[in-house]
């Protein structure tokens, strides 16, 4: 469902010359897996997210997702996604039901369509309490599940979902995670990036660890554990990217 292909992304900066954000990555996905990119902030996990996506175009190499290239079908590419980012804010003046119907609207569905389809989304991740009242009175968590409605709302088939909890609550983290199973459960594909192990151990079936731009390591927690003679998912990842640990 997506194949990634020596990817490689630098920018230019007056102070620090050209930064290799993204390194030659390759990885592919499969249709019903979560695949997990692992790695510190500014390892490259969002750049990734946001060339695959078609919003930055890579310096070098290319990839396609559900059946387009990231490069001559960006339009194909973006019909076929959903793309959930903590830096995408609904807009403060509509409801809830009017951005997740707007977004619908953009992707071409029909009135019923967007009530049928709004109808289950708002069940599953608890929305019908505050469904008219308008996103800038919601909570953070509230907000982040009209985020999430909106990415599912036309049905893609590939997900990505960038620190999708990054700042939310306990209960709210919960929906989010139940939310990516289940989407993985209907067999699509879901590329999930985090900087929080314990996510990964709980949600990922294989794990790219980045670190500099590169691809540390991929594989099952299982092969990685093996790779590195550790059981302690913060060990591993430590010795994947070479740094000290204190045991």
Same mark, same amino acid.
């Given at each position: ?39 510190? $902030?500014? &390892? ?13 175009? #890579? !310096? =070098? %190499? ?10 001559t079908q960006p339009a194909l590419v973006r019909q076929r996604i959903g793309f959930l980012t903590g830096s995408a804010a609904p807009y403060e003046r509509m409801t809830a039901r ?48 009209? $985020?999430? &409605? ?13 620190? #999708? !909890? =990054? %700042? ?80």
């Open positions: 469902m997506i194949q990634v292909n020596d990817l490689r992304k630098t920018f230019e900066d007056k102070k620090r010359g050209t930064i290799h954000a993204v390194d030659g990555v390759s990885f592919e996905c499969c249709p019903g897996e979560i695949f997990g990119l692992l790695g510190p $902030n500014g &390892a490259g996990k969002t750049t990734i997210l946001r060339i695959l996506a078609t919003i930055l175009t #890579p !310096t =070098s %190499g290319t990839a396609s997702v559900a059946g387009a290239d990231i490069r009017e951005m997740v119907g707007y977004f619908g609207a953009l992707y071409g569905l029909t009135a019923s369509e967007i009530a049928e389809r709004s109808k289950s989304l708002f069940d599953e991740l608890d929305m019908n309490d505050f469904a008219d009242g308008r996103c800038d009175k919601l909570s953070t968590g509230q907000k982040q599940r009209v $985020n999430i &409605a909106r990415t599912l709302i036309h049905q893609p088939s590939v997900l990505f979902f960038d620190e #999708p !909890t =990054s %700042g939310l609550d306990v209960v709210s983290s919960r929906t989010v995670k139940r939310t990516i199973r289940r989407c993985r459960d209907e067999g699509r594909t879901i590329v999930f990036s985090t900087h929080i192990m314990s996510e990964v151990e709980a949600l990922c079936d294989r794990i790219a660890v980045i670190y500099q731009g590169k691809i540390a390591a991929i594989g099952t927690l299982e092969e990685l554990r093996e790779q590195t003679g550790k059981v302690a998912f913060e060990h591993v990842f430590l010795k994947l990217i070479d740094e000290e640990e204190d045991e």
